[in-house]
């Protein structure tokens, strides 16, 4: 059969995929030097597709300026493709509401446009729409995706939404379907605006539910063993799509190839692979330099670390990050040697240290945490020792009353109340929170670190003293934050008797925090902590949700320990809420 229509959903935020997705939609994201959204209409005009729609929401602009430029391509000509623009999201059913007098009376594709997709035979969709009477056929997978719906030996889709994901006889939808024209009239009454979504926002899988329940109609579904599928929904999957070195433009990202300028590479000669997006809207990268014929690297430094902020964070720490390095340089502490620095490109560049984070190594079986942790313990002693009279770069706002403030905010909103549904802290757990955070005022004025965590130190493979990273939010405040930061550390699971070990060690050190200090500063670290999980995962970032449990564990030793009654009760709530909560 001819089918000459088909839809491409273009529209979401990509929220996983933060912050990849706050600069670019997710459908324009590269795959093997290919953004998906083409790779996307390629397929659908090899089929024989003569008209398209793309439905575009975020970052709209980008999704109308690049089928512009896919309209002049040799192989399109005498295809249509417009974009069909969203003011406010209507989802993948409510998209199909405007375009209803341009659907016709004929079948057309519904295929999301930020998938991965290949080797896919439109034949057998073909197939099943005939087999349905003509109403709704599918692509679903038992090899790939979570597997959340349910299939009948005839291939009907009878539960859209089932209890034994991942269990034998669950599959994927795949996010292609040839529809019949009659689907819309399953699309559910408009429902008004709220939050982000607009008016008639809806799910096609809503379409798909309310023709089984009203009329069993059900949507036909069919498996392509020699078809790969990825959704490439989150920052692991997108790395592991893109985990070949390849040219640096091919990520279609122009402040890589200004980072590749600036070192005095030659552009043909780069090579760059993604490596992971972090906190603070970042993104980083490995350049490398291919060999210029003399057997050497064309650059002396070896592989180059790149990292990208986005606008949002301009104004913040991420900016900052160059001067800092500097000034720690200067002052012994052990940071990666800046190479670049693009400010106007929201960019810079730093030598690449070959070696491990502190987090993998302790995390080992037989780990010997003491003798691991004693380097980190002298970083810090040597971020004391950093002069600070004279020749300090801009910094971060000092820890004081107000931050102390928003980071116990923080934890109200996003832990207390965000995912465990208590109307706040109660009064006299916030009263010891204010008593936290007044003790640790009065302690002397020392330069933080913020988050001097496991994750931010990396042990070089030959040997050495540990570099530290991450050091953008350098600031002034309690030294015992930091140590409380690496001895706490929801990343590493530390027993007691290390961690007092490691306490005791801390404190004989110049210039160190005393015993309470650290206690204390424990305790806000954690709330924080657990906070900035809370909101992560709420957006999307849900490989943040297994360090929550150690959090808490880590949190309820350090209120008990700083002899903080209400708020060791409370945490007990907390991790009892913790257990019984869905994962």
């Known amino acids: 059969m001819a089918v000459k229509k088909a839809v491409v959903l273009a529209a979401g935020f990509g929220t996983r995929l933060r912050p990849l997705t706050i600069s670019r939609p997710k459908p324009l994201l590269p795959v093997m030097g290919e953004p998906m959204l083409a790779r996307t209409l390629d397929m659908l005009v090899s089929w024989g597709v003569e008209e398209i729609k793309v439905n575009a929401h975020h970052l709209a602009g980008q999704v109308e300026a690049f089928v512009e430029e896919y309209l002049g391509g040799d192989d399109v000509k005498g295809v249509s493709i417009s974009v069909s623009r969203e003011d406010a999201i209507l989802g993948t059913g409510g998209v199909l509401r405007p375009l209803k007098d341009w659907i016709g009376d004929e079948p057309f594709w519904l295929v999301n446009g930020d998938v991965v997709m290949e080797s896919l035979d439109p034949e057998p969709i073909e197939e099943a729409f005939e087999r349905s009477g003509r109403f709704a056929a599918c692509w679903m997978s038992e090899d790939y995706g979570p597997r959340t719906i349910e299939a009948d030996p005839e291939g009907r889709v009878c539960n859209w939404k089932s209890f034994d994901a991942g269990h034998p006889g669950t599959y994927t939808y795949c996010g292609v379907a040839l529809l019949s024209p009659e689907t819309l009239r399953y699309l559910p009454p408009p429902r008004p605006a709220e939050g982000k979504n607009g008016k008639g926002f809806c799910s096609i899988v809503e379409v798909y539910e309310n023709a089984m329940m009203t009329d069993a109609k059900f949507v036909?579904?069919?498996?392509?063993?020699?078809?790969?599928?990825?959704?490439?929904?989150?920052?692991?999957?997108?790395?592991?799509?893109?985990?070949?070195?390849?040219?640096?433009?091919?990520?279609?990202?122009?402040?890589?190839?200004?980072?590749?300028?600036?070192?005095?590479?030659?552009?043909?000669?780069?090579?760059?692979?993604?490596?992971?997006?972090?906190?603070?809207?970042?993104?980083?990268?490995?350049?490398?330099?291919?060999?210029?014929?003399?057997?050497?690297?064309?650059?002396?430094?070896?592989?180059?670390?790149?990292?990208?902020?986005?606008?949002?964070?301009?104004?913040?720490?991420?900016?900052?990050?160059?001067?800092?390095?500097?000034?720690?340089?200067?002052?012994?502490?052990?940071?990666?040697?800046?190479?670049?620095?693009?400010?106007?490109?929201?960019?810079?560049?730093?030598?690449?240290?070959?070696?491990?984070?502190?987090?993998?190594?302790?995390?080992?079986?037989?780990a010997d945490i003491v003798k691991l942790y004693l380097p980190a313990l002298d970083v810090l002693k040597a971020l004391w020792a950093v002069p600070t009279a004279t020749g300090v770069p801009e910094l971060e706002p000092a820890f004081g009353p107000e931050l102390y403030a928003w980071e116990r905010e923080l934890f109200e909103r996003e832990c207390v109340k965000g995912r465990y549904g208590f109307d706040g802290l109660p009064e006299d757990a916030v009263k010891e929170l204010e008593g936290v955070a007044a003790a640790l005022c009065g302690e002397p004025r020392m330069l933080v670190h913020r988050d001097f965590q496991s994750a931010n130190l990396i042990y070089p493979n030959g040997g050495g003293k540990p570099y530290v990273i991450d050091y953008q939010g350098l600031r002034f405040g309690a030294a015992a934050y930091d140590v409380a930061s690496l001895i706490y550390d929801p990343y590493v699971p530390m027993d007691e008797t290390d961690r007092k070990m490691l306490i005791e060690l801390a404190v004989k050190a110049e210039n160190a925090p005393g015993e309470r200090a650290i206690r204390l500063a424990a305790v806000q670290r954690l709330c924080q902590a657990l906070g900035a999980y809370c909101r992560l995962v709420k957006v999307g970032q849900t490989r943040f949700a297994k360090y929550i449990p150690r959090a808490l564990g880590n949190l309820h030793h350090a209120v008990h320990d700083a002899e903080l009654p209400a708020l060791a009760a409370f945490s007990h709530r907390m991790i009892d809420l913790e257990k019984i909560l869905p994962r």
């Open 220 to 366: 036909i579904g069919v498996q392509e063993p020699e078809a790969y599928w990825c959704d490439a929904g989150t920052v692991a999957s997108f790395k592991e799509l893109n985990s070949e070195p390849m040219a640096p433009s091919l990520f279609g990202d122009r402040r890589l190839d200004a980072i590749v300028k600036a070192l005095g590479w030659d552009d043909g000669a780069a090579l760059a692979e993604f490596l992971d997006a972090r906190g603070s809207d970042r993104m980083f990268y490995r350049l490398r330099c291919a060999d210029d014929g003399s057997g050497k690297s064309a650059h002396s430094a070896g592989d180059v670390l790149a990292v990208i902020y986005e606008e949002s964070r301009k104004e913040n720490a991420n900016a900052r990050f160059p001067a800092i390095t500097r000034f720690l340089s200067d002052g012994g502490v052990r940071v990666p040697r800046l190479l670049a620095d693009l400010p106007e490109c929201n960019a810079y560049a730093t030598e690449f240290v070959a070696g491990r984070e502190l987090e993998g190594l302790a995390n080992e079986k037989g």
